[in-house]
């Protein structure tokens, strides 16, 4: 056999739609596209004439999984041209309503989406019908989450409460107490679920990453920061486009990034975990050092331990910001609009979300540029299922084609938001 | 008393996916359920139906029928229908995750609307707008 060729037209158990093509001649991989088809391109041409009031509701539809993690990068890109900082109390809520997005996001990939590839399962739905207390424990922490994006942000799903300045409303003080009781309970599941995936049956497999994520003074950096690399690059967001440049690969609609001229860096769990995990809180380190996990990660397939520990510390940051919550004198800061640019980025669950904004006097974006972490991660994971790919060509092809749907799993990609269709196929040619 | 919960799918943005939330604003405020719009989350799916006597779940559908072709099937008891739907876990894959983990309703009524067009952006294509009548009726003669 000297050609072969895999084609997974719909991953499973990846956000969204997309497919996988490999090729390989001759024991050499000479091709690899991961297809993705990604919405961003059509909200930025939707965004261009509307007021600037308007992107954070827009944006957050781009997301089932991660609204807020649109709000917040749209919002602040927005204040950054406004000239108005959203600090105290306000900013506390944001991070609030982040944190809840992170513990949804997570739960449901850890639980649903990535245990069954550990567990010998081809679905969640396959684990739940074996270890449905395990299942219902991910279901829970993941409600602890919805609940908590449910008190600040309005709704779970597109949170309707943020607006560029703050929020429409700020919860009181005893709207937030049912939640803190319920995210008590998720933080004791969450180091629950710190041992047990740490105790999954890794393969050994390491790679030389360039991690990329922002960074904070003053927090495991989520909701703003500078932009990091692990080589040691920093810069303010407002440098994002001289050093992040996109460009279309004809097998995809997404745009493939290149950091300073150079393709395949790695943002996500891995990568703030590497680049901030000593900002990670008391309780989180304790419970990363009884597993003996060091501060940095470079196994994908661990990247399910990472997100357990980042659910722990969301929980346990946003207990403690409920703890010390005073309801702000007024929901919002004012923002009147100029002309302008701004940036604006944040820490989605899956990784760094910029987003570009110009606007014209009026108000009105005259421009719009959205570069969310799958784009960025594309060929990073191209590169994953190469490595994977190319010692294994002797497998049969259906294995083979499990073993890069699983690679493609490590990294959660949100290929795209949200057709109720998806088709899977797999062939020879 | 009997608890009825009436679910609509969809997303705005893709065209005759919308259709389910479209039949949920239709019936917002009736009395005799609760109505509820699932933006593809699966689990707040399973967790609206827990403990209902009655779930009926409106989604759009892509099999090849001529668009507007309204179906209803018995959700608890149809064949699984396969991959589909957002964010990794389908409809189907929901009724079943409910099923392993008995939290399924006492009824589960599916109504589909064959969709035409799913592109981004696009609105709500005649004949399946022309369709919410029709499925707001058969809604109220099954709760």
């Given at each position: ?6 084609r997974?037209g719909?991953?499973s158990?990846?956000?969204?739609e997309?497919s ?15 297809n993705?088809?990604?919405?961003p ?9 509307r ?11 781009i ?37 809840g997005?992170?513990i ?68 009181s003080k ?9 995210l ?6 969450a ?26 003074p003053?927090?495991y ?13 920093r810069?303010?967001?407002?440098d ?13 609609t997404?745009?493939?990034a ?8 790695l ?117 994953d ?45 | ?7 609509g ?25 609760e ?28 099999s ?10 018995d ?7 396969g ?7 389908s ?5 079943e ?27 709500l294509?005649?004949?399946?707008e ?14």
């Amino acid at each position: 056999m000297t050609h072969k060729t895999i084609r997974v037209g719909g991953l499973s158990r990846v956000e969204g739609e997309g497919s996988l093509f490999i090729q390989a001649r001759q024991g050499r991989i000479t091709d690899v596209q991961l297809n993705i088809y990604e919405p961003p391109r059509f909200f930025e041409a939707l965004l261009r004439g509307r007021a600037y009031t308007e992107p954070p509701d827009i944006t957050a539809r781009i997301c089932g999984i991660c609204p807020v993690a649109y709000q917040m990068s749209a919002c602040q890109a927005l204040e950054s041209i406004c000239d108005v900082t959203v600090d105290g109390p306000l900013r506390d809520l944001r991070l609030l309503l982040y944190y809840g997005e992170w513990i949804e996001s997570h739960a449901l990939h850890i639980y649903l989406l990535h245990a069954p590839d550990f567990l010998g399962y081809p679905s969640g739905v396959a684990m739940a019908a074996d270890h449905r207390d395990l299942v219902e424990r991910g279901l829970a922490l993941k409600k602890a989450g919805n609940e908590l994006v449910a008190a600040v942000g309005g709704r779970a799903i597109h949170p309707i409460n943020v607006r560029v300045g703050g929020f429409y409303r700020a919860p009181s003080k005893r709207e937030l107490t049912p939640v803190a009781e319920r995210l008590r309970r998720a933080r004791d599941a969450a180091v629950a679920t710190v041992r047990w995936v740490a105790g999954f049956d890794f393969p050994d497999i390491e790679h030389d990453y360039r991690f990329l994520a922002l960074t904070h003074p003053g927090e495991y950096a989520i909701l703003s920061g500078d932009v990091a690399t692990s080589d040691g690059l920093r810069f303010p967001i407002a440098d994002w486009p001289s050093h992040v440049v996109e460009e279309h690969l004809p097998h995809s609609t997404a745009l493939h990034a290149r950091l300073d001229g150079v393709a395949g860096y790695l943002t996500g769990p891995l990568a703030r975990y590497a680049l901030n995990s000593p900002q990670l809180s008391g309780l989180t380190r304790q419970a990363a050092a009884e597993i003996g996990f060091g501060p940095i990660c470079r196994n994908p397939y661990q990247s399910i331990i990472v997100r357990a520990l980042e659910t722990l510390h969301a929980c346990d940051e946003a207990l403690r910001l409920i703890d010390d919550y005073i309801e702000p004198d007024r929901p919002f800061v004012p923002a009147e609009p100029r002309a302008g640019i701004g940036h604006g980025a944040s820490e989605a669950p899956r990784g760094t979300l910029y987003h570009r904004y110009r606007l014209d006097a009026e108000g009105l974006i005259a421009e719009a540029d959205i570069v969310p972490p799958t784009a960025q991660n594309q060929a990073r994971i191209e590169d994953d299922l190469r490595a994977l790919a190319e010692p294994r060509l002797a497998l049969p092809t259906a294995e083979l084609a499990a073993l890069c749907e699983r690679a493609v799993r490590n990294h959660d990609p949100c290929i795209s938001c949200s057709a109720h269709f998806l088709d899977l196929h797999i062939h020879h040619d | 008393m009997t608890r009825t919960v009436v679910i609509g799918i969809g997303n705005d943005y893709r065209g005759d996916d919308a259709i389910g939330l479209a039949v949920a604003r239709l019936l917002r405020g009736v009395t005799y359920a609760e109505v509820v719009e699932n933006g593809g989350d699966p689990i707040a799916l399973i967790d609206a139906w827990t403990g209902a006597d009655l779930a009926i779940v409106i989604d759009a559908t892509r099999s090849g029928c001529p668009p507007g072709t309204v179906t209803v099937h018995d959700g608890l008891h149809a064949e699984p229908t396969g991959h589909g739907s957002t964010h990794a876990l389908s409809l189907a894959d929901a009724i079943e995750l409910g099923r392993a983990l008995d939290r399924l309703p006492a009824r589960l009524v599916v109504i589909g609307i064959e969709g035409a067009d799913f592109t981004l952006g696009a609105p709500l294509s005649p004949p399946v707008e022309a369709t919410l009548p029709e499925i707001a009726r058969t809604i109220e003669a099954t709760a």
